[in-house]
């Protein structure tokens, strides 16, 4: 069992749920989680990064629709036993790269459902 995830929320990077599925995802991918491997419960995820408890949830219930990690009841929340299929190297670029269209449209103040409006727009 893990004590603590090390993943650093930042105010400038997007949302902070997406930013903790990376996170995640990301020690996953390395590692440094490895399947069957606990994870915190949401609350003290939540505590330890400053961040709301619904927001750890979100993050959580994402990862476990893609298949990373697997709640089982009250024995807590683990990283999944099999992994999901990594993407290929353009749906991980696409992916990338509508990270970045939706982080700079938060930075320029424009929330996440006009940024995708504008994007539809703009392919008509």
């Known amino acids: 069992m893990i004590e603590r995830l090390r993943v650093r929320i930042r105010d400038d990077a997007g949302p902070p749920y997406r930013q903790l599925v990376e996170g995640i995802r990301r ?13 915190p419960p949401v609350r003290t995820v939540a505590a330890d990064l400053g961040i709301a408890p619904n927001t ?3 993050a959580y219930r994402a990862l476990e629709d893609d298949g990373w990690i697997e709640g089982r009841g009250r024995a ?19 992916e990338a790269a509508a990270d970045d269209y939706l982080r700079r449209a938060a930075q ?10 504008a994007l539809r727009r703009h392919t008509r």
């Open 56 to 58: 750890v949830g979100r």
């Open 76 to 94: 807590g929340t683990f990283v999944a036993d099999r992994l999901p299929e990594r993407p290929s190297s353009v749906d991980a670029a696409l």
């Open 108 to 117: 320029l103040g424009v929330d996440r459902d006009a940024a995708i409006t």
């Open 27 to 39: 020690r996953i991918e390395r590692g440094a989680l490895l399947p069957g491997d606990r994870i």
